[in-house]
DNA sequence: CGTCTAATTAGAGATTTTTCTAATTATCGT
DNA sequence: ACGATAATTAGAAAAATCTCTAATTAGACG
């Protein structure tokens, strides 16, 4: 799991919902694409980078595709997020030096 | 707090790598900016990013400028990131018709 | 095979992001 | 006031992102 590709993917707002809608179990491209304003290409392109990232994989039945969250990668995700943000924990306090010999 | 905002900020290492230092304390743009192959006025606009996204905050003490992780904001954006990925709750299964009336 | 549906790839334009150098602002110390 | 230091803003170039229309691929079916 890549996380810049997996924060990019996630710095989309379209990008974002797809992956709340199919929180509730598979979908279709054009199932997906129906709920925004934007062209089926354009759809295609974000599925794309969702697939790169990991977050989704595509499931061929006939001529339709179904795309799928990838549980564990979102799972992966958040707790790299987590670890990037800290996850509530504290720390030291500042280190100022008011003086000559200051910090950069 | 813009979620998406905030995932932009996430979306670039350096910003990431920002957050992470900060989390031991805060520390001026200056000692921050020698971490990271690039030019200060690049890192001031890193800053800005994460200042924008509330992710941190500036105090001056003099000529140096020390920024602060905001941890509240942190914290808010942890939550957001795990509503979106769905931390781990699972769902019902595929709704796949196979027959004529197909879906989307 | 021809045609219809579902979705993608190709190509291009517009906007945004990333980065740089040069100039400016702000503060401190003498 | 002057000069040094820390950091930002200004302006511009290169690269990436987002979106579109048109064309293509893949499969189903009569």
């Known amino acids: 799991m890549k996380i810049n590709q997996v924060l990019k993917a996630l710095s ?10 199919l929180r509730d179990g598979p979908q279709s491209a054009g199932a997906l694409a129906a709920n925004f ?9 974000h599925f794309a ?12 039945d006939g001529v339709t595709i179904y795309y799928h969250l990838n549980v564990t990668v979102a ?15 504290k720390k030291r306090g500042v280190t100022k030096t008011k003086g000559k010999g200051a910090p950069a």
Chains 1, 2 share one sequence.
């Open 49 to 60: 980078a969702l697939k790169e990232a990991g977050l989704i994989t595509a499931e061929r």
């Open 75 to 89: 799972e992966e995700a958040l707790s790299a997020v987590m670890g990037i943000l800290g996850a509530g924990e």
């Open 37 to 45: 304003g934007v062209s089926k290409p354009t759809m295609s392109t």
């Open 12 to 21: 989309h707002p379209i990008r974002r919902e797809v992956i709340a809608k």
